[in-house]
């Protein structure tokens, strides 16, 4: 097996056995009965809620039954992304898992090392004999990375615990207690195809970036392949549009885009003019940008040239990345946006970009700022209800405990900060009155793209701190 070589094979059987079913969002059926069946045959209690989130309950350990519950929290569904040469099937395929010594990673696909890791430590810590703890409860959500939906709906009566740690975090040595708020913002425009005036069909593509999670990438400042694909597009001139696509996720950096089109001009030296410019200016930060041009068979029908000049140029204006820094916490993103899909269908397109911020009305503002833009080249506009900003409490008395338990272990001072990402916390305390709340995690990195990797070491030392930490905390 992959971890024979790793020490702590209790919590990475429990992540292979996780990997092995397909569990993309709205697709979690599968990985509930999972996790139910794993509590029965391992002695826990365990509920599911209408919603689909699963609950497993652990009895205290000798010594501990005066201490107050604990809840730990994280998410079972994945963001799936693959290669476009991966023939990998998520309604089926287990994801096929590669140790190269140093980290853990997928073939050709995203990990989902988040949020499953969550749920390794957490299963790994209450069925480890070795453990010592208070009442454990186990909060598993659905649907996370595609509106939070097991965190909006779940049952509050499944949770006593007043005490919350989310194991969703992508950075050991940091405790989260904050993050951004976020919302989608939906614009279509509809047209009628007309006869194609022109001679020649060509796809054009970007491709070769790295993509990744629009939270907590989106201050590396890494390349968007619909922004590149439409400043390509506007330097063509004269032609004609027939498709234009790009994006998987709303949470997802999007790492390609194509267009097909017409033309009767020469493209080929603009073509590779863009691809020299834009390349100098990811040099540094997304280094493996290709635009591609190949010549296919002709459409016959193309989108008519008023309207195709709206959508390049909508595409070419709406601001995409980050917007502004945070004034209050150094370093960390305040508010952006990711235009994260863009589709054509017959007679319509649809363009999708994700808003976050850690300020509320700065969410809102921006949001506005895009509504006029889109809605200024004739696109209609429907908002999403969104999801809440997490605010920082720094004396929260569970950060004080586990950053003095955290000091006591490694002899180091943890960094207590907020994340520009959504993270379920926020929600969870606003439903639940009085849940002081804090979020950890190992080292993950590339989350929600194909190259997402996770650190074997750090994974280690985080699950292991989880334990000393639940151990101290009388």
């Known amino acids: 097996m992959w971890y024979d070589s790793l020490k702590d094979k209790r919590m990475w ?8 079913i397909p569990r993309e969002s709205g ?29 497993i309950y652990a009895k ?3 010594g501990y039954e005066n201490v107050a519950p604990l809840a730990l929290q994280g998410h079972m569904d994945m963001v799936c992304v693959k290669t476009p040469e991966s023939t990998h099937d998520f309604t089926k395929d287990p994801i096929e898992i590669v140790y190269d010594g140093k980290t853990v990673r997928a073939k050709d696909t995203s990990l989902g090392a988040d949020n499953g890791i969550a749920i390794a430590m957490a299963l790994s810590l209450i069925s480890d004999p070795k453990s010592q703890h208070g009442p454990i409860e186990i909060m598993i959500t659905v649907s996370e990375e595609t509106g939070l939906t097991g965190a909006f709906n779940f049952d509050t009566s499944k949770i006593s615990a007043k005490r919350l740690i989310n194991l969703d975090s992508e950075e050991e040595g940091i405790i989260y207690i904050g993050c951004a708020g976020g919302v989608d913002l939906e614009s279509g425009i509809t047209f009628k195809r ?34 590149i694909l439409a400043r390509t597009l506007k330097s063509l001139g004269k032609f004609g549009l027939s498709e234009i696509s790009g994006g998987t996720k709303r949470n997802v950096i999007p790492s390609s885009a194509y267009a097909v089109i017409s033309t009767d001009s020469r493209i080929e030296k603009k073509i590779e003019k863009a691809e020299k410019e834009i390349q100098g200016e990811l040099r540094n930060c997304d280094p493996g940008l290709i635009i591609t041009l190949e010549m296919v068979e002709n459409p016959k029908t193309i989108i008519p040239s008023k309207k195709r000049k709206k959508i390049v140029d909508a595409l070419f204006t709406a601001p995409s990345g980050v917007k502004t820094m945070s004034s209050t916490i150094k370093g960390i993103v305040e508010t952006s946006n990711n235009l994260a899909i863009v589709e054509t269908k017959e007679n319509s397109l649809v363009v999708v970009n994700s808003i976050r911020s850690n300020i509320g009305s700065a969410k809102e503002n921006h949001k506005e700022v895009l509504k006029a833009i889109y809605s200024s080249f004739g696109f209609k506009n429907e908002e999403s209800d969104g999801y809440p900003e997490w605010q920082p409490n720094p004396d929260s008395p569970l950060l004080k405990e586990v950053e003095k338990i955290y000091k006591d272990i490694t002899g180091k001072k943890p960094k207590v900060t907020a994340i520009h990402a959504g993270l379920e916390c926020g929600i969870i305390n606003k439903r639940l009155n009085g849940m002081d709340s804090l979020s950890i995690g190992p080292d993950l990195f590339d989350v929600h793209s194909v190259n997402e990797h996770i650190i074997a070491d750090s994974a280690e030392r985080v699950n292991n701190l989880l334990k000393e930490m639940v151990r101290r905390m009388k």
């Open 27 to 55: 697709n979690e059926k599968a990985i509930g009965d999972f996790l139910l069946s794993w509590a029965e045959e391992n002695g826990f209690r365990a509920e599911r809620d209408e919603t689909g989130n699963v609950f």
């Open 60 to 62: 205290a350990t000798e």
């Open 194 to 227: 007309e006869a194609n005036p022109y001679r020649k069909g060509y796809r054009i593509e970007v491709k070769g970036l790295l993509g990744g999670h629009s939270g907590g990438d989106i201050g590396k400042e890494r390349g968007n392949a619909i922004k």
């Open 13 to 20: 059987k429990i992540f292979e056995e996780i990997s092995r």
